[in-house]
């Protein structure tokens, strides 16, 4: 009698081989550095003066861009500094406290304010 192999057994066999193959390969994500460091907030520095509410403009509002935005304006009047702020609050979601957005707008005022 011809000895048949059950085509069942050999196609596990087979599938069993490709499945213990793919498990030597070496991973697909190889490993990525991952920045563990974050840089410490007080080494963010700006260039801009020194005035009350510096420390509140340096928490809220480099997140996004640098402080060159502010550095780039002409002096302004607190009007024009108010809506500024409020814009940058409420059409581009700045998370920042009304509170804050005044002593920022003194800030602002302070160093490149205009009567
Ligand atoms: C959520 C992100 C975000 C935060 C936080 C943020 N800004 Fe902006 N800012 C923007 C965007 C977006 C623009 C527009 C960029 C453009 O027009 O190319 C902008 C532009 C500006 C400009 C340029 C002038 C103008 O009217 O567009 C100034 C000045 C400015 N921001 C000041 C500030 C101040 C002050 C704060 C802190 C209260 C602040 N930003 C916080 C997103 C932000």
Not at 61 to 70: D, G, K, P
């Amino acid at each position: 009698m011809k000895k048949r192999y059950n085509p069942i057994i050999s196609l596990i066999i087979i599938l069993s081989a490709f499945i213990v193959g793919s498990c030597t390969e070496s991973p697909a994500v190889a490993e990525q550095p991952v920045a563990t460091v974050l840089p410490d907030i007080s080494e963010v520095t700006t260039r801009l003066p020194e005035a009350p509410g510096y420390q509140t403009f340096n928490v809220n509002c480099i997140t996004c861009h640098s402080s060159a935005y502010v550095q780039n304006q002409p002096d302004l009047p607190e009007k024009t500094w108010t809506a500024i702020v409020t814009k940058m609050q409420k059409t581009f979601g700045a998370p920042v406290s009304d509170s804050s957005a005044k002593e920022i707008v003194q800030y602002l005022v302070a160093i490149k304010g205009k009567s």
